[in-house]
Every structure is written in structure tokens, then in C-alpha cells.
């Protein structure tokens, strides 16, 4: 089974508009972390958000918070107010920890496309 | 501050030739990765070091793939000999110790092999 499942292959959204990716994930761990990465054409992953499983407020980081949903194992990434600059690749990724090892899975990515 | 720093940046080699990739981590960062990720992709973890044992290399191909990080700080993942299937780009990340800590990526190398 896929730890970390994003079902947007590729996304089109308008200037200026919100924009919710999505991600769900799977662990039967109670404490666990949820990462989103964004990475732009020239390759290099920049980190934009965190939320911890024992979190029960969602994070936020500027323009960006994260709609985490504990009993739906959701962790989804909204950008509010997208910019042409948004245009990337988006990663979501889990750490868990499994006997003292730290595991830390990223999904497949969204391709975001902002149009003018 | 500097960041993660990977060199090459890119490297084109024949199949069957060896190569190895440069990691040098965030000063003070006890954990370091190495990912593979193919084309359109998620990263996929090859190793994790903490400071300089390697505690998950369950997804490296110890047959051709050794990766080695001498006194906790730098680190190298080396190909021998490389296949046309290793073609991808090689991230490394480190961490600081912690529930909550992101990981820092560095640029990445972009490996062909021809």
C-alpha cells in the first residue's frame, strides 16, 4: 500500500484563485509528521509547511495552510491567492518512526500550472 | 547560512563507468539522506545516516550502489558500475534531531547514463 497518496497528476488553476492539492497518507502510527515540499524547474525542494499528528490546530505559512483531517488521514495544501511563481511541482511527505527508525515518504507530486 | 551544497550538478557517463556524488550537509544536521528521484517522480530513499551510521540502507542496490559518511559530516553515494536505469537525479537532505524538523534539500545531481 502506498504510504502517501496524491491523486493530482497535474493541476490548472487561475491567477489569484485558491488552490487545494491533495493529499492523503496511511500509517498506524499515532505520532507522525506531515511535510509539504514544493519543487520548481530547477530541481531544488523548498519546504513550506509542517504539521505534526498531535497538532490540533492547522498550520499556516504565509499563503499556505495545511487542512489536516486525522480521522480521514488527509493532509491537504492550500494556497490562497496563487501566483504565476507558484507554478511547481508539490510534494507531500510523512516521517514516522518504526522501532527508533525515522522514515521519511514522499508521494508522487501535483504539477501546478498557474495561468495569467 | 549555507545550505545542503551537492556537486556535480550534472554528470553524462557511459554504462559501466563508475561515479560518485558530493554531499555536504547543514552544519550541525545529525541526519543525512540520499534520494534517487526518476523522472516525474517522488523522491525515494536510497540511505539515512545518523552522524556517520548508516541506519536505513534497506533501499540501496548494495550491488552496485555504496555510499559511506566519514565522521558524521560530509558524505558520498557512489555507482559501480552504473546502468542505463540509474539515470535520475541524486538528492541529498539533512536534519537536525527532532519530531518537527524539516529536511533541507540540496540542488540535486542530474545523472545520465548513456
Known amino acids: 500500500a502506498q504510504k502517501i497518496t496524491q491523486t493530482q497528476p497535474g493541476m490548472f488553476v487561475q491567477e489569484k484563485e485558491a488552490v487545494t492539492l491533495d493529499c492523503t497518507y496511511d500509517?498506524?502510527?499515532?505520532?507522525?509528521?506531515l511535510f509539504w515540499y514544493k519543487q520548481p524547474s530547477s530541481g531544488e525542494m523548498i519546504f513550506l509547511i509542517y504539521q505534526g499528528s498531535y497538532d490540533e490546530q492547522n498550520a499556516t505559512e504565509g499563503r499556505y495552510s495545511l487542512n489536516f483531517q486525522k480521522a480521514r488521514k488527509s493532509a491537504n495544501l492550500v494556497i490562497s491567492a496563487s501566483q504565476l511563481g507558484d507554478s511547481a511541482m508539490y510534494f507531500c511527505a510523512m516521517r514516522e518512526w518504526d522501532f527508533g527508525n525515522e522514515k521519511l515518504t514522499f508521494g508522487t507530486g501535483t504539477r501546478l500550472t498557474i495561468i495569467p | 547560512e549555507a545550505g545542503v551544497v551537492q556537486s556535480p550538478r550534472y554528470k553524462i557517463i557511459e554504462k559501466k563507468q563508475p561515479v560518485a556524488f558530493w554531499c555536504n550537509p547543514i552544519s550541525g544536521h545529525n541526519t543525512l539522506y540520499w534520494y534517487r528521484q526518476n523522472l516525474g517522480q517522488g523522491p525515494e530513499l536510497l540511505i539515512r545516516y545518523e552522524n556517520e551510521e548508516a541506519v536505513d540502507d534497506s533501499q540501496l542496490p548494495k550491488d552496485r550502489f555504496s555510499a559511506e559518511r566519514l565522521k558524521g559530516v560530509d558524505s558520498t553515494l557512489k555507482i559501480q558500475p552504473a546502468e542505463l536505469g540509474d539515470s535520475a537525479v541524486y538528492l541529498c537532505a539533512s536534519s537536525s534531531t527532532g519530531t518537527n524538523t524539516e529536511a533541507f534539500f540540496g540542488q540535486g545531481t542530474r545523472l545520465t547514463v548513456v
Open positions: 500509517t498506524s502510527d499515532q505520532s507522525y509528521g
